[in-house]
C-alpha cells in the first residue's frame, strides 16, 4: 500500500517536521516536510478528524506501527499520533 522507498533525484536527507527524526523524500510524502511514517499519521488523523474514535480504529494496527516505528528511529511522537493512540485505547 505505501511505497517507502527514497526518490531519485530527491532533495537530501532532511528532519521531519513532526517527529525530528533525519529522513529522505519517499515516493509516497514527495512533495512533505514528513517522514513516511507522519506522513501516514497525518492521513489517519485526517480521517480521524472526519469520523472521530470509529475512524481511528479501523486504522489501529497502522497506527501502532507507525508510532513505534517513529520512536525506534529515534524521532518523537507529535499531538497528532498522540491523540490517535488515545482514541485506539493505546495511550503513552
Same mark, same amino acid.
Given at each position: 500500500?505505501?511505497?517507502?522507498? +527514497?526518490?531519485? /533525484? =530527491?532533495?537530501?536527507?532532511? @528532519?521531519?517536521? !513532526?517527529?525530528?527524526?533525519?529522513?529522505?523524500?519517499?515516493?509516497?510524502?514527495?512533495?512533505?516536510?514528513?517522514?513516511?511514517?507522519?506522513?501516514?499519521?497525518?492521513?489517519?488523523?485526517?480521517? +480521524?478528524?472526519? /469520523? =472521530?474514535?470509529?475512524?481511528? @480504529?479501523?486504522? !489501529?494496527?497502522?497506527?501502532?506501527?507507525?508510532?513505534?516505528?517513529?520512536?525506534?528511529?529515534?524521532?518523537?511522537?507529535?499531538?497528532?499520533?498522540?491523540?490517535?493512540?488515545?482514541?485506539?485505547?493505546?495511550?503513552?
Amino acid at each position: 500500500m505505501t511505497n517507502r522507498t +527514497f526518490k531519485r /533525484g =530527491g532533495r537530501g536527507v532532511f @528532519k521531519c517536521i !513532526a517527529c525530528g527524526h533525519a529522513t529522505r523524500t519517499t515516493d509516497q510524502a514527495a512533495d512533505s516536510e514528513c517522514c513516511a511514517d507522519c506522513y501516514e499519521i497525518a492521513g489517519i488523523y485526517n480521517a +480521524f478528524q472526519d /469520523g =472521530g474514535a470509529e475512524a481511528a @480504529k479501523e486504522y !489501529a494496527s497502522e497506527i501502532r506501527s507507525c508510532c513505534a516505528a517513529i520512536v525506534a528511529k529515534g524521532g518523537t511522537l507529535d499531538g497528532d499520533a498522540t491523540e490517535l493512540l488515545q482514541a485506539i485505547g493505546d495511550a503513552t
